[in-house]
């Protein structure tokens, strides 16, 4: 298959899953071309089947605002019409798949076909444009004139049905990891450099106010009363510079290290000894599952699609929503008890090569793609 992939190419979710799938499917002997408007970050080197087309938005005197809708959609229908692609597979509706229906349209009133729109649904596209009255119709529109649309966990399938009037059926296509990287081979650098003499507990995001990480700071407290632990933030966003200064109040300086944005995190996940995440809503939870099948221990809030991810005692523990208390406990038994931790840890590594492997969830795409290019998705 000839397939085009646009997604927002910035340090999230939806960018890594897009790329990672872009890189496996290209493995896997199709052709891919990424249409964003720069690489995404885990795009890195030459790829043997994979070009990237970047969006130029022009800048006119008579455009208050560069005008990138147009300009993401001119581009999807060059690409696709000299690259004779099968379907565009777009993530994030807005405004991906809105430029992607219309890129449709456009060539399908000319010569020579026009390619077939999958749309994921990632998350925030319905939580935050879905409930907002000024993009909802917009939103609804996209996803309805999408051929096919998947999302990547059962619980935001359900709340894009609850919150708005979608006519097309939603395929659960779940997250995955590609096990050969994401698997227990620590740093050594990075060991040495922080010259560990206790546990490691690290914190991924973009450190938007959804993430909390001043909870990951706050529970990280309350294990540090009792342990040499340290504590690992990785990734960068507006909610940083608070998360610091909360550290430092109280007395955390010396103990919290921050390595900034990371490309590749295997080798760093693979050193921690528990992983956080006590988001207020994850719609998946890939930065779970990537620690999980690094063998770190995960501590999580039961919020959105994590369930589906993380079972009890199989690759780490949910809490209730806000519990900083009992999470505290869970990690601190999870420290102290080595035979526990690692039976944890082994659960999690299995868990995420039986369920969530790159050679399990690539497959489900390839057959997605098919029945959408044979019709048998509804119209």
């Known amino acids: 298959m000839r397939i085009g992939i646009t997604c927002y190419p910035s340090y999230g979710g939806s960018g890594v899953l897009a790329t990672e799938l872009g890189i496996q499917l290209a493995a896997r ?81 000319g010569k020579g076909g026009a390619p077939r729109v999958v749309t994921t649904l990632h998350g925030t596209d319905v939580s935050l444009l879905g409930s907002d009255p000024g993009f909802a119709d917009l939103l609804t529109w996209s996803i309805n004139k999408s051929d096919g649309v998947t999302a990547v966990s059962a619980a935001l399938a359900r709340q894009t049905a609850e919150v708005m009037p979608v006519r097309r059926p939603i395929e659960v296509i779940h997250n995955f990891v590609d096990v050969a990287e994401y698997s227990r081979r620590p740093c050594r650098q990075l060991l040495t450099d922080l010259a560990c003499r ?84 994850e719609s998946f939870g890939l930065a779970a599952l990537e620690a999980m099948a690094c063998g770190a221990p995960v501590l999580a809030y039961d919020v959105g699609g994590l369930a589906e991810v993380i079972e009890e005692g199989q690759g780490g523990f949910l809490l209730p929503f806000g519990d900083i208390e009992g999470m505290v406990r869970r990690g601190a038994q999870l420290l102290t008890d080595p035979a526990m931790w690692q039976q944890v840890s082994e659960a999690g590594v299995a868990r995420a090569r039986r369920l969530f492997g790159a050679d399990r969830i690539v497959p489900q795409y390839e057959a997605y793609y098919a029945r959408i290019l044979e019709g048998a998705a509804e119209r």
């Not at 407290?221 to 430092?248: N, V």
Request: proline fraction near 7%; glycine fraction near 6%; include cysteine.
């Open 198 to 281: 206790g546990p490691l507990v690290g914190h991924v995001s973009n450190f938007r106010s959804v993430k909390r990480p001043q909870d990951v700071v706050h529970v990280f407290a309350g294990l540090a009363k009792d342990s040499p632990a340290q504590l690992l933030l990785i990734g960068e966003g507006p909610e940083l510079g608070p998360t610091r200064e909360l550290a430092d109040s109280l007395g955390l300086a010396d103990r919290v290290h921050y390595l900034g944005r990371q490309e590749r995190v295997a080798e760093i996940l693979s050193c921690l000894d528990l992983f956080l995440l006590p988001s207020e809503q």
């Open 29 to 109: 002997g199709h052709k891919v071309h990424f249409i964003t408007y720069e690489a995404p970050f885990r795009l890195q080197g030459y790829h043997t089947g994979i070009t990237l087309h970047e969006v130029e938005v022009p800048s006119y005197p008579l455009f208050r605002y560069p005008p990138y809708l147009l300009a993401l959609t001119n581009k999807m229908i060059e690409v696709a019409r000299f690259c004779h692609l099968d379907l565009l597979h777009v993530h994030y509706a807005i405004p991906h798949a809105t430029s992607a229906v219309m890129a449709r349209e456009v060539l399908a009133s």
